[in-house]
């Protein structure tokens, strides 16, 4: 019933933007938390920033101040835009409930060059 589907990404030079997006027709985004995570290949899967229902976020270190996740409740959507993009971005980025029992979507890659 739940499918998670992340857009947005694409290939950009260092120092560039994009946004991400996440939809899933199966999850209320307004009540509950939704995460971005990303991947690169031959590592672990990583948290890159939080959102909780209540609008608290949390990013993690190596992307605090360049990205930020938002939502859109009225279009049951969730974003990542991400400023300043480094090489070391590169990966492909899901978006998902943390913890929560939903299969993986299947991600947008994101490439930065250097």
């Known amino acids: 019933q739940v499918q998670l589907v992340e857009s947005g990404g694409g290939l950009v030079q260092a120092g560039g933007s994009l946004k991400l997006t996440c939809t899933a027709p199966?999850?209320?985004?307004?009540?509950?938390?939704m995460a971005w995570y990303r991947q690169a290949p031959g590592k672990q899967r990583e948290l890159v920033a939080r959102?909780?229902?209540?609008?608290?976020?949390n990013y993690a270190d190596f992307v605090k101040g360049r990205f930020t996740i938002s939502r859109d409740n009225a279009k049951n959507t969730v974003y990542l835009q991400m400023n300043s993009l480094k090489p070391e971005d590169t990966a492909v980025y899901y978006c998902?409930?943390?913890?929560?029992?939903?299969?993986w979507g299947q991600g947008t890659q994101v490439t930065v060059s250097s």
């Open positions: 998902n409930r943390p913890f929560a029992y939903v299969p």
């Open positions: 959102l909780t229902s209540g609008g608290s976020t």
């Open positions: 199966g999850i209320i985004f307004s009540s509950n938390t």
